[in-house]
């Protein structure tokens, strides 16, 4: 496996201040015919697993507001006939509390 991540100044000395800074080189190598490689900055590579990190933290937040919605909306379809169900309660407390009792 080629080493990728090496130091700008030990993989090519010849590239001036302006490329060893920004870590990438393009174009074609001194062989002809072989594309050379593309190298990557250390900021690259913490800014692209920052950013992978963030999106996986993204995805379980999501999902736990799916659920939260999921969870709320469960409630209000079984809940809905909770006032129809207090009206019955109260009904039958009214009726018992005409009651009279005969001595």
């Known amino acids: 496996r080629p080493r ?9 000395p010849s590239l001036g ?4 800074s920004t870590g990438i080189t393009s174009g ?3 062989t002809i015919g072989r594309p050379s490689r593309v190298r ?3 900021i690259q590579l913490l800014d692209y697993l920052h950013q992978r990190h ?4 993204a995805q379980y937040n999501l999902v736990f507001t799916l659920v939260l919605w999921g969870a709320f909306i ?5 809940r809905a006939s909770v006032e ?13 509390q005409r009651i009279e009792s005969h001595p």
């Open 40 to 42: 990557i900055s250390r």
């Open 4 to 12: 990728i991540f090496n130091r700008m100044s030990e993989a090519n």
């Open 28 to 30: 074609m190598s001194s």
């Open 54 to 57: 963030w999106w996986r933290i």
């Open 17 to 20: 201040q302006s490329q060893r």
């Open 74 to 78: 469960a409630q209000i379809y079984l």
């Open 84 to 96: 129809a169900a207090y009206q019955v309660k109260s009904g039958i407390q009214q009726h018992i």
